[in-house]
């Protein structure tokens, strides 16, 4: 088994919830998507929702099922 997927089996055993700083990047949001639709880790993406969602309708994707938050409203 290659390390890659030893890891993968690892976080989809434990269903970690990974937190993403940058949520409006192109790279992050595809990654998070990835993550997401592949159930190896819940994504969580930190940013202002207006400008993520606007970023992933940008690129064509959905996030509905990506919880977003906004770090300067957050308690």
Do not use: C, Q, T, W
Not at 41 to 61: C, F, M, Q, R, T
Not at 64 to 73: C, G, H, K, L, R
């Amino acid at each position: 088994m290659k390390v890659f997927d030893s890891l993968k089996k690892k976080a989809e055993e434990s269903k970690k919830v990974i937190v993403f700083p940058e949520g409006n990047d192109e790279r992050i949001i595809r990654a998070a998507i990835r993550l997401a639709e592949e159930g190896i880790v819940e994504p969580l993406l930190l940013g202002k929702p207006d400008e993520v969602i606007k970023s992933a309708e940008e690129l064509n994707v959905d996030l509905d099922s990506i919880e977003i938050i906004n770090p300067a409203v957050y308690p």
